[in-house]
């Protein structure tokens, strides 16, 4: 691994990714309508809610606060997958062309890795601090950690679908299906408590993450063991998507 | 008897039950610029990307005792990447960035090709003339001896065209070995050699 290679790729990767300034414009955007949504149709009333990661304890919390809570990791995930699955889906044969040319896959994986890495971090402190802009006590930094492993575990599922599939609409397909029915849906603790497979949601990618925004926001609950659970997802997503990029940008030589 | 620069054995390559290349054996030498014509599909394209190391050969061996400058059919660029930028990548990729001696040469291409003009210019920007100006210039800029070029002037005017030869031949008389996958039936005279591809064997 030659660091000065690395740092050529990452310098042009974050150019690149720097000069779609509409997709940036849209991220920028998403995060507050989510919020203004949550905001405009969301009561006030106190409402009970289940919390797997503090083993089933039941809190109560306003519904709106709860509910910033829930759509502020979906939106943070939501646009770290996507702006995942393009940096690894785009000019894959320029890429291939590179390596061909004495790059080694491994640098511009890793180049890439970094780039995600800081659109995770600004993704997720962006949308934490729109959503303390809501509501103050949602400044609390677990849940930034909370947007952030959101962001982590679908930045890595955003990579995978961007591995795994060589045009854009079945990789956008695959990243909205399952943000959909996982940190958009089935992630809100209202709906974990009346459940009847409970398993099925906790195995799903965005339970850990929520789980940390949750404890974090609403008790002093430890939130290491999720966040192990937020690392993991990401991890295993991480190295199925390595080992195709890595395959597809293979050259003989 | 001087080691060739490309020496390429026995290559064989089938995709599926179509047998593309039966056997292909292709030198190069130094101060040479070989042709390989042949009908659409007659595997052209896969014979040149087997040749640069792109696409394993089902069976056969190539050996490259030389620095590869190699072209695609397209032109796999950045799109929000600059003329300079696309440059300075592929130069840190060639492992030159760090000396001072690829920005003439640089320089010289983007005289030589007439595209200076467009260096701060993104790549989408670019017409697909001077797109493929840039994707020829980038297979140059670490001044290769053995050069493989795919359909390398489909998009270029005629001026760009003769530019192109006029470079071709500079190369070849500074030594390098020059192998260009074409259609093109006139100017066969500016080929040293020119090997017709058809039924997966040279003829």
């Not at chain 1, 995600?116 to 402190?125: D, E, K, S, Y």
């Not at chain 1, 079945?170 to 990243?175: D, G, L």
């Not at chain 2, 595209?115 to 993104?122: C, E, N, T």
Request: glycine content about 8%; charged content about 20%; hydrophobic content about 50%.
């Amino acid at each position: 691994m030659r660091g000065d290679y690395v740092a050529t790729s990452f310098g042009m990767v974050l150019r690149e990714l720097s000069r779609k300034r509409l997709v940036i414009v849209l991220a920028l955007v998403l995060p507050p309508i989510f919020f203004a949504a949550v905001v405009a149709t969301a009561g006030n009333r106190i409402i009970p809610i289940e919390l797997a990661g503090a083993d089933g304890a039941v809190v109560s919390v306003e519904e709106r606060r709860q509910s910033l809570v829930f759509i502020g990791v979906a939106a943070a995930a939501l646009i770290a997958a996507f702006f995942a699955s393009n940096l690894i889906q785009q000019q894959v044969e320029a890429n291939r062309r590179l390596v061909l040319c004495g790059y080694r896959s491994s640098e511009l994986i890793v180049a890439r890795l970094l780039v995600l890495l800081c659109v995770i971090a600004g993704t997720a402190t962006y949308t934490w601090l729109i959503a303390g802009v809501f509501a103050r006590e949602l400044f609390a930094p677990g849940v930034l950690l909370g947007m952030a492993g959101g962001a982590f575990v679908y930045g890595c599922y955003g990579l995978l679908a961007g591995a795994l599939f060589r045009r854009d609409l079945e990789s956008i397909f695959a990243i909205l299906v399952l943000i959909n029915i996982d940190a958009g849906w089935l992630q809100n603790p209202i709906y974990y408590a009346t459940a009847g497979s409970k398993w099925l949601i906790e195995a799903l990618p965005a339970h850990h993450a929520s789980q940390v925004a949750y404890l974090s926001a609403f008790t002093s609950h430890f939130i290491g063991t999720a966040m192990i659970g937020v690392l993991s997802y990401g991890a295993a997503f991480l190295a199925v998507a390595i080992a195709i990029y890595e395959r597809r940008m293979r050259v003989v030589r | 008897m001087s080691v060739p620069l490309l020496a390429a054995r026995d290559i064989t390559k089938s995709y599926g039950r179509s047998l593309v290349l039966d056997g292909v054996t292709l030198d190069a030498g130094r101060g040479e610029i070989l042709g390989v014509a042949g009908e659409n599909g007659a595997g052209k394209s896969t014979l040149l990307r087997i040749l640069a190391g792109i696409v394993r050969p089902d069976r056969g061996q190539v050996a490259i005792n030389a620095r590869l400058g190699y072209c695609d059919q397209e032109s796999h660029l950045f799109p929000d990447l600059t003329v300079a930028e696309h440059f300075e990548y592929f130069a840190r990729a060639y492992g030159i960035a760090t000396t001072s001696g690829w920005v003439p040469v640089r320089d010289g291409l983007l005289e030589r090709f007439r595209f200076h003009q467009y260096l701060d210019a993104r790549a989408r920007e670019l017409s697909g003339g001077t797109r493929q100006k840039l994707h020829l210039s980038l297979a140059l800029i670490h001044q290769p001896d053995l050069i493989i070029l795919d359909e390398p002037f489909l998009a270029f005017d005629w001026d760009t065209y003769l530019t192109f030869w006029d470079e071709a031949d500079r190369l070849k008389s500074e030594g390098a070995a020059v192998v260009i996958v074409s259609h093109v039936a006139h100017d066969r005279d500016r080929f040293t050699r020119i090997f017709e591809l058809s039924s997966g064997v040279f003829h």
